[in-house]
């Protein structure tokens, strides 16, 4: 082994412009892999978390359905429905009925972490000159810590304040931006859907960094929205947190079939995005092996040429005692060399993206709102980098090497003479 | 005097033509032979052979009275590389390597780790072959004489029974050619048997059994 590395060494150290120019491709290639990915991720893992956290893992609601009576089932079966022009969408029953008996039920359920409450409903909120349409939710805080993270992101902390002060309510940052309100303590007025005005204190912001729900938000407590919307002791939404998110999707299906109601799980309510993340992803990781695969190439040619321009050598070798799989060897070791140091150069420059790119300050306003790129900088980009340009490497060069093994020495002694 | 190598009624054919036509040959201990011919006649095939790095298509290879099963990549390699030792017309030293690390390759190989062994049996050569002061040098460095005798330091490291030679003095002038033969006329008194393939009849005479291959048979 000692006098294959030896060889190795020596064949590749010695053609350095050659050995310098496929291992930057390699590294290049890693470094690429780690940069987006811990871009792309970051920024995924951050809009899924936060979302599911402050969602629901799981959301039990009320399902709209077509209206039974509508069914026509007993001419063209249970599929077809009528529709009659002009008629007016059917009342819906907004409500779950004995919503405490699930509290209670899954309260106890080891599965579950948490479940609380919810009562949502729309209206109008004004303050001065300026109206928005806002999306309420009636919560009890005490059950709502234990199903959600909503908590976390309360600017000043106030979400007791709901309960002590039950005319009081927790506004969207960027709903009191657009109203126009910038400190706690002022007072809106608020249009339910019946067309009663309430006057109401806003005691805090809710800020979790996705624009939509910071758009749209108020959260207030659950008696004064039911005494607003007129739905004493009505609850429309239970939302749920469970231990393993990614059980959500199957506990969603138990739920649904032990309660009647529909239980949508967090992958389910975002299925729309965690779609556009797949395409994201393979759209990443395409380029990214891209790059890789033009680097492999750059190995690939380099022993190409090696193993022609060294046939005396392999010729010699052979005939001093040197095996095939010696000769496989040789080469295969200068492509995984390569790999190496073009995989720790890679992760280096990985790195060192990493924190110029976590330095960078910018404001990005769209679905997520952050200062900056939100990185994911776990190891295991660095891990997969470096496990992708190795095997890389060891293919580009497996085919070469397998070449010069292949050689028989007598040929090349009779036509080098 | 034991025999260390013996060709029993060699044949070599490539498609139609016959190269060897059934040659018998005994190197043994001590000896120094060499083979003579036109070009073409089959002195290189015949070595190749002999030196296991080609088959033949019949007839066999003893060597330590056991005939060499040809199949046997393995075997062959480990033989070539203790028992014998390859001189070319054309030295093939590896141009990446200094002249002492050609040398060091085939005692690598070897299995020889002993790293004060392997520079004083690497420093030995050099000085017996007259490189001393060279041994840094990349092959590009040296003269066609220091290149070749460099190679022959090489088939000498892992000490070899016997030395083959294939045109060894075919690329070199008067003055080198001379210089290499005296190196193997010297190797052959301390003992060593040398086999030397050569078109020159001057420096066949000089070694103590001259064959003649005419038409893939020894004719005289």
């Given at each position: ?12 150290t ?25 871009v ?27 209206d039974?009576d ?65 999306t ?110 990614n ?17 949508e799980?967090w ?19 395409m ?110 060069s ?20 | ?20 036509n ?92 002993d ?82 393939i050569?078109?020159?009849m ?19």
């Amino acid at each position: 082994m000692r006098s294959i590395l030896f060889i190795a060494f020596k064949l590749l150290t010695e053609r350095k412009r050659q050995a310098l120019v496929s291992t930057m491709g390699v590294a290049i290639g890693v470094a690429a892999f780690i940069a987006m990915s811990s871009v792309m991720n970051g920024f995924q893992i951050y809009f899924i978390k936060q979302a599911v956290d402050i969602n629901a893992h799981i959301t039990l609601k009320i399902e709209e359905t077509d209206d039974p009576d509508r069914i026509l089932k007993a001419v063209y079966g249970e599929n077809i429905v009528a529709d009659v022009l002009g008629s007016k969408p059917k009342d819906l029953k907004d409500k779950i009925i004995g919503y405490k008996h699930y509290l209670d039920k899954y309260e106890k359920d080891d599965r579950f972490i948490g479940i609380a409450p919810h009562l949502t409903g729309q209206a109008i909120v004004n303050y001065g000159t300026k109206e928005k349409s806002a999306t309420l939710i009636g919560i009890e805080p005490a059950l709502e810590r234990r199903a959600s993270v909503v908590d976390d992101y309360i600017e000043l902390g106030n979400l007791d304040k709901i309960v002590t002060d039950r005319n009081s309510i927790i506004m969207g940052k960027l709903l009191a931006r657009d109203l126009g309100i910038k400190e706690p303590g002022k007072k809106v007025t608020l249009v339910s859907p019946s067309g009663g005005i309430y006057t109401l204190k806003v005691v805090d912001f809710f800020n979790s960094g996705i624009t939509s729900l910071d758009q749209s938000r108020v959260y207030m407590n659950l008696r004064t929205l039911q005494a607003i919307l007129d739905k004493p002791n009505q609850v429309n939404e239970l939302i749920i947190r469970v231990k393993d998110v990614n059980q959500a999707e199957t506990l969603a299906a138990v739920i649904s079939e032990d309660t009647g109601y529909y239980a949508e799980s967090w992958q389910r309510a975002f299925s729309n995005f965690l779609q556009i993340f797949k395409m994201q992803n393979w759209i990443t990781y395409m380029m990214v092996f891209a790059i890789l695969i033009v680097s492999a190439f750059g190995i690939f040619n380099i022993m190409m040429m090696t193993v022609l321009e060294k046939k005396r050598d392999i010729a010699i070798l052979k005939a001093i005692g040197y095996e095939d799989g010696e000769i496989t060897r040789i080469f295969v070791f200068q492509g995984l060399l390569v790999g190496l140091i073009g995989a720790l150069l890679g992760c280096l420059l990985g790195y060192l993206l990493e924190v110029w790119l976590a330095s960078l300050r910018f404001d990005i306003v769209g679905i997520i709102r952050s200062s900056g790129f939100v990185l994911d900088r776990r190891p295991r980009y660095f891990v997969l980098g470096f496990i992708f340009a190795m095997v890389f490497a060891f293919f580009a060069s497996f085919y070469p090497s397998w070449r010069a093994s292949r050689l028989f020495p007598v040929d090349i002694f009779r036509s080098s003479v | 005097m034991s025999v260390i190598l013996e060709g029993r009624d060699i044949r070599k054919s490539i498609g139609e033509s016959e190269i060897l036509n059934g040659i018998s040959i005994q190197i043994s201990t001590g000896d120094f032979i060499s083979i003579v011919g036109a070009s073409g006649s089959g002195k290189s095939s015949l070595m190749y052979i002999l030196g296991l790095l080609d088959s033949p298509t019949s007839g066999g290879v003893i060597i330590d009275d056991k005939e060499v099963d040809f199949g046997d990549a393995k075997l062959l390699s480990k033989i070539r590389n203790k028992k014998i030792g390859f001189v070319f017309q054309f030295h093939y030293l590896i141009t990446e390597l200094t002249a002492y690390e050609n040398i060091l390759i085939p005692m690598l190989k070897n299995g020889v780790n002993d790293r004060e062994r392997l520079k004083q049996r690497c420093y030995d050569l050099i000085e017996s072959l007259g490189l001393k002061g060279k041994e840094k040098r990349k092959p590009y460095q040296l003269s066609g004489g220091e290149q070749q005798r460099v190679a022959i330091a090489r088939a000498l490291a892992n000490d070899p029974e016997i030395v083959m030679a294939d045109e060894p003095t075919g690329n070199l002038d008067s003055k080198n050619s001379a210089m290499v033969m005296d190196v193997f006329l010297e190797l052959n008194e301390k003992g060593r048997s040398v086999l030397m393939i050569t078109h020159e009849m001057y420096l066949a005479e000089k070694t103590k059994k001259v064959l003649e291959i005419k038409d893939g048979l020894i004719v005289s």
